[in-house]
């Protein structure tokens, strides 16, 4: 079936730093991608999604390219802040049963020191 | 627009006691997920629903019941909880034609 793995955490840089949490995918067919974050006691927030080979996703500073060769779709920031602390979900859209699902990465806690 | 919102926020059970959760949104979305996250694990697909009326076994089933009788929510029942069930339970929805799911803000569960 298909599955994501994302690089496990925590990660911890200091504010300024650059960025990357590697994802890489399985998946039959060419499923759409997306990095989901999650802020300390809120639910999940699309960050940013790629729906075709090379295509980028890009939001807030932070980008992703959609790599099929790889099958990876790593989320990179060139300078990271406070604010960004949190946890990243690299997730793939799959469509079962009539109807498109996501399938999560187990999530990377982030925490950016000043 | 309040988005997808979620009742209770917290919720203490004991082994064996029933509970629903209720999830509502108010985008007129015609699907709906309820996920589980546990540490290490990500977000887990318990049940889902293609629209009012219609529900679908997730990932994770066992252990719980949902029903999707108005199209603005979707409930989560436990008919018997269990320590296994403790959790971070997240509802989802995404309108049709779309790949976005929108998240409620969680309902925190422990089971004694």
């Known amino acids: 079936g298909n599955s994501v793995t994302q690089m496990e955490g925590p990660v911890t840089l200091s504010e300024e730093a650059f960025l990357t949490i590697n994802c890489t995918y399985t998946a039959t067919g060419y499923p759409s991608l997306f990095w989901y974050v999650q802020y300390p006691g809120e639910g999940l927030q699309l960050l940013l999604k790629?729906?075709?080979?090379?295509d980028k996703g890009s939001n807030k500073g932070f980008e992703a390219t959609y790599r099929k060769e790889t099958t990876s779709f790593h989320l990179e920031k060139g300078s990271v802040q406070v604010s960004d602390s949190a946890v990243y979900f690299c997730?793939?859209?799959?469509?079962?049963?009539?109807?498109?699902?996501?399938?999560f990465g187990k999530g990377t806690k982030l925490t950016v020191n000043p | 627009n309040a988005g997808v919102t979620q009742t209770p926020k917290f919720r203490v059970l004991k082994t064996g006691q029933s509970m629903t959760l209720l999830c509502a949104q108010d985008?007129?979305?015609?699907?709906m997920y309820w996920y589980r996250q546990d540490p290490g694990m990500g977000l887990r697909l318990i049940h889902y629903?293609?629209?009012?009326?219609?529900?679908a076994k997730g990932e994770v089933p066992d252990g719980y019941n949902v029903s999707r009788l108005k199209k603005q929510n979707f409930l989560l029942g436990l008919e018997s909880a269990a320590p296994s069930q403790t959790s971070v339970y997240f509802c989802?929805?995404?309108?049709?034609?779309?790949?976005?799911?929108?998240f409620g803000p969680g309902t925190r569960l422990t089971v004694l």
């Open positions: 989802a929805s995404r309108g049709a034609g779309t790949d976005t799911q929108y």
């Open positions: 629903s293609v629209g009012e009326g219609t529900t």
């Open positions: 985008m007129n979305h015609e699907y």
């Open positions: 790629a729906t075709k080979a090379d």
């Open positions: 997730a793939l859209s799959q469509t079962q049963g009539g109807s498109e699902k996501l399938v």
